[in-house]
């Protein structure tokens, strides 16, 4: 239970499998939730806006799959693709969970595409293809 912290209530029992072991696997779909959580840097602080005004806000997409297991990303590909497909705004300046309606029982690939940081370097990001690419 103490592992899925932070996980969606309906989650909370699944066995939570990190995102890497997925990738280039196929999975159905059984429930996706984006959870808006206040943006903390690696100290654990909460980072403001530049006037520090307003706290930040981050989404992760927690996705349960067909065998009883979930996976979450902070994923922006994943979160921009599933805006996309569904046509709800998911990312939200607010602490909210908001379940994304439309995607029980379909199929996906699970996999990764470069993406350059602010800091220079290229790092994965998460996102769904068909499956039968």
């Known amino acids: 239970m103490r592992k899925n912290f932070g996980a969606p209530e309906s989650m909370k029992l699944l066995k939570r499998i990190p995102v890497e072991e997925l990738v280039g696997k196929t999975i159905t779909i059984d ?22 005004q ?18 979450s990303t902070k994923s922006q590909l994943l979160v921009d693709q599933l805006e996309t497909l569904t046509g709800q705004e998911l990312a939200v300046f607010e602490k909210k969970e908001i379940p994304v309606n439309k995607v029980k029982g379909t199929k996906v690939k699970v996999s990764t595409e470069k993406v350059k940081y602010r800091d220079g370097k290229m790092y994965d990001q998460y996102l769904f293809l068909d499956a039968d690419e």
């Open 31 to 52: 429930e996706i939730i984006v959870s808006n959580k206040v943006k903390k840097d690696d100290n654990g602080n909460v980072i403001m806006t530049k006037d520090g």
């Open 54 to 71: 307003k706290e930040i806000y981050q989404p992760f997409v927690y996705v349960a799959f067909d065998d009883g297991s979930y996976f």
